[in-house]
């Protein structure tokens, strides 16, 4: 067997800011599960980004922290295979941010139009902490620690993958002689310390959360099909979407928030095309239908999902997930103190390796 470390690494994560939703699925975990066998993963559990908004609510954090991993296991991820981070447990993640806050300025990290998008919809905009915006330079970290190729995410991340490719190229650039004219796949080769990693989009960049489809689902914004939502729950759920369509007789629009669901969640492209061409034409086809139709689809889905994570359900469930997290950090820190060291090296601030346990 190939060692893990000699395998290219890929590195992405949630947010323990509640369970994993469909839009996880197919912006990113989808693909994570893909990605397994032939990278060397890791998955973060990013606590430290959820206590930026419920610092009152650490409860809340500790629990969904639990909760997310069961929902990766679940979904096929295998920590046997791939390496389950806990953030707050790797100092150098919170130690490359401070280096890294350096590296971007106020305006790189403040204009930075997801973190913009966030201080709107999630209602943060007069009052959020000063530590808020950091979690987006706190990112860069929890990525370059890893030194990954690939970041599976899903498309609100993009601008915050293009502030860690910024941070990457300038810190090559500065502390390891890296020429600004390298091309972004020959930074390690020219002596950088970092990757320029790239950003994975999944397959549905951004799922809309039922409703009007304006949202995109999400965990914050009670929109969310959750990955361990019963089949009556997927139903109620799916019910909810609105498109504005009065009868099974009138012309609809085939690119509506339905159909996203539709083309995510059917599994036969023969079905979905013609679903799309008798919705257009009006042809005697009502929402309710199809909507019914999809829940059965999502439920084949999740069904197995369902199975795998009642092993973790019984009593002392938590304690084996804890272990899990514990084991993956171990793991984690080994690659993250080297990359640590590496950079202090680089920046003339290195006094002697440490040992962490
Ligand atoms: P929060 O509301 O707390 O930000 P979230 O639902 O946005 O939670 P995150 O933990 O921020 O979830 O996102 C984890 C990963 O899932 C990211 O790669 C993100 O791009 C992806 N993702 C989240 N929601 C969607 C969605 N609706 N469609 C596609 N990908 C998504
Ligand atoms: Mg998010």
Same mark, same amino acid.
């Given at each position: ?198 950003? +994975?989009?999944? /397959?549905?960049? #951004?799922?809309?959360?039922? $409703? =009007? !489809?304006?949202? *995109? ?57 013609? +679903?799309?061409? /008798?919705?257009? #034409?009006?042809?005697?086809? $009502? =929402? !309710?239908?199809? *909507? ?66």
């Amino acid at each position: 067997m190939t060692p893990a470390s000699s395998k290219p690494r890929v590195l992405t994560g949630d947010t323990p800011t509640g369970r994993l939703h469909l839009g996880h699925w197919v912006g990113s975990v989808e693909r994570r599960v893909a990605l397994q066998k032939d990278y060397d993963c890791y998955f973060l559990l990013a606590n430290m980004h959820a206590f930026t908004t419920r610092f009152d609510r650490t409860a809340d954090i500790r629990q969904d922290t639990i909760e997310i991993v069961k929902d990766w296991l679940a979904a096929g991820i295998d920590p046997a295979q791939s390496t389950i981070v806990l953030q707050t447990e790797v100092p150098a993640i919170a130690e490359l941010t401070w280096y890294f806050a350096m590296l971007l300025s106020f305006k790189d990290v403040m204009g930075n139009p997801t973190l913009v998008h966030e201080l709107k919809t999630k209602g943060l905009e007069e009052k959020y902490s000063f530590g808020f915006p950091m979690y987006t330079v706190g990112q860069c970290a929890d990525i370059l620690a890893f030194r990954p190729v690939f970041i599976p995410v899903g498309e609100d991340q993009e601008p915050h993958i293009e502030m860690c490719r910024k941070v990457a190229r300038k810190f090559d650039q500065l502390y390891c002689n890296v020429s600004d004219r390298t091309a972004d796949q020959d930074y390690e080769k020219a002596g950088g310390l970092f990757p320029i990693p790239k950003a +994975l989009i999944g /397959r549905i960049a #951004r799922l809309p959360g039922v $409703g =009007d !489809g304006t949202q *995109k689902m999400s965990k914050s914004l009670n929109n969310a099909i959750y990955l361990s939502d019963t089949s009556k729950e997927v139903q109620k759920k799916i019910n909810k979407i609105t498109t504005g369509r009065q009868s099974p007789t009138e012309p609809g629009n085939p690119d509506n928030i339905l159909f996203k669901f539709v083309e995510a969640f059917l599994a036969d492209p023969a079905r979905i095309a013609e +679903l799309k061409d /008798r919705y257009s #034409r009006g042809d005697n086809i $009502g =929402d !309710g239908h199809i *909507k019914q139709e999809l829940a059965q689809s999502i439920d084949a889905l999740l069904e197995p999902m369902r199975a795998r994570r009642v092993e973790f359900e019984k009593p002392g469930g938590d304690d084996v997930i804890i272990d899990i997290i514990k084991a993956g950090t171990k793991r984690a820190n080994i690659v993250a103190e080297e990359t640590l060291y590496r950079a202090k090296q680089a920046m003339n601030m290195d006094f002697g390796k440490r040992t962490i346990s």
